[in-house]
């Protein structure tokens, strides 16, 4: 088989999965499963990545280091992140990289704050108890991140 043969075969084999999957889950009209399936065959074929997770309540989700996710595109507009941490606890400022994992840049103690050079688009997180607090983009030359609670 070809490469595209290959790429084909694969995606609609996940398209397949990604429908019993979703069967499994509660789709109640078999019209639905098909498009989902042809859809994530589409998807898988032409190089896109399917990421399926479950989340059983509406805690913050822990993402592991290893996970596939958002990611900082290159960039070469500096920008400048303003964090002012009002809450009661340090605030743990990540960045996420080109591969998606966080890179631990400062702990800003309750009540300070703190200015970090960074690129237009650069994805950031913040973690208070290792939890995650707030999740941003910088959009601009200057963006102001307030943490209280």
């Not at 084909?8 to 429908?19: E, H, M």
Request: hydrophobic fraction near 45%.
């Amino acid at each position: 088989m070809k490469d595209g043969g290959r790429a084909l075969f694969w995606g609609l084999a996940a398209g397949f999965v990604v429908a019993a999957v979703v069967a499994i889950a509660g789709a109640r009209d078999p019209h639905h499963l098909v498009v989902i399936g042809l859809v994530a065959s589409f998807l898988v074929a032409c190089g896109f990545e399917l990421v399926i997770r479950h989340l059983p309540d509406n805690r913050p989700q822990q993402i592991p280091s290893t996970a596939t996710g958002p990611r900082s595109p290159a960039s070469d507009i500096p920008a400048v992140i303003q964090l002012i941490n009002r809450s009661n606890h340090a605030a743990e400022l990540l960045w996420i990289d080109q591969n998606g994992e966080e890179q631990s840049y400062i702990v800003v103690r309750a009540g300070a704050s703190h200015r970090q050079p960074t690129y237009v688009g650069h994805r950031w997180r913040v973690r208070i108890q290792g939890e995650i607090s707030r999740e941003f983009i910088a959009k601009a030359r200057s963006s102001r991140v307030v943490i209280s609670g």
